[in-house]
C-alpha cells in the first residue's frame, strides 16, 4: 500500500498493518462501536488479521488509515476514504473506539482526510451514508460540511441488519 501519512492537530493518521490486529480488534469487537458499521462485530482477531491483510490490495483511489493519538501513541480509531465512482463523489467513513468517543476526534480525522484528496487529487464532490439513528455520524459529516441529499437503506455486509440510512454530499465547500 501507498505509504501516506498525514496529520492533524491531535493525531496521527496512518496506514494500518497486520500488527495493528490487536488494537483494531479491541474496538472492532466492541458492539457499541459496531452497531452501524457495514462490517460485523469481530468475534474472533483472525477476523481482525484478514482486514487488514486486504490492505494491501485497496484501489488506486482508495486510502484507509489508523488514527493515534499523538498525546499517548495509541491507535484508536480508522477510517477511509475512496472514489465512489457510482456517486460520483468522494466517500468516506471512520470508528473509533468507544472511550474517544465525543472528543470532536473523528471530525478532526475527517477533515484531514477531505483536505488531503483535495491537495492530492482536486477532489471537489463529497458524500458520506449514515444510519438515520446515527446522530454522532450525521453530525460529523455536518461539521466537515455535508448537507442531507437523500433517504436511503443499507445492510450490513453480512445481511443480519438493514438500517434506514441518510446520505449527505458536499460540492467543493460550500
Ligand atoms: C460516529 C463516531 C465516529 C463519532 O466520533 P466522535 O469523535 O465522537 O465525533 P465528534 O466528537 O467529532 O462529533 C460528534 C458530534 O455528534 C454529537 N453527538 C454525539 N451523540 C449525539 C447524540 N446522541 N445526539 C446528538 N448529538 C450527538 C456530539 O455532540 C458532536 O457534535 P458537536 O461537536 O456539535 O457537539 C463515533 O461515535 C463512532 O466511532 N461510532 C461508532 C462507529 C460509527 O458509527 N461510525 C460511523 C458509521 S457511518
Do not use: Q
Not at 458499521?37 to 486486504?54: G, Q
Not at 484528496?117 to 459529516?141: L, Q, T
Amino acid at each position: 500500500m501507498r505509504n501516506i501519512t498525514l496529520e492533524s492537530e491531535r493525531l496521527i493518521l496512518r496506514p494500518l498493518d497486520i500488527s495493528d490486529a490487536g488494537a483494531v480488534f479491541e474496538w472492532a469487537s466492541d458492539e457499541r462501536v459496531t452497531k452501524y458499521m457495514i462490517y460485523p462485530t469481530h468475534t474472533d482477531i483472525s477476523v481482525t488479521r484478514e482486514w487488514l491483510s486486504s490492505m494491501d490490495s485497496l484501489d488506486e483511489k482508495r486510502f484507509e488509515f489508523g488514527f493515534v493519538l499523538k498525546e499517548t501513541g495509541k491507535l484508536i480509531g480508522s477510517g477511509g476514504i475512496g472514489w465512489n465512482d457510482t456517486e460520483k463523489a468522494w466517500s468516506f467513513g471512520y470508528n473509533l473506539r468507544y472511550d474517544e468517543w465525543g472528543k470532536g476526534l473523528c471530525t478532526e480525522a475527517a477533515m484531514r482526510m477531505i483536505e488531503f484528496v483535495r491537495s492530492e487529487y482536486g477532489a471537489e464532490d463529497f458524500v458520506g451514508e449514515f444510519a438515520a439513528d446515527n446522530i454522532a455520524s450525521g453530525r460529523v459529516m455536518e461539521k466537515c460540511g455535508l448537507r442531507f441529499s437523500r433517504d436511503a437503506e443499507y445492510s450490513k455486509s453480512d445481511g443480519s441488519v438493514t438500517f434506514r440510512a441518510k446520505i449527505y454530499r458536499m460540492h467543493k465547500d460550500i
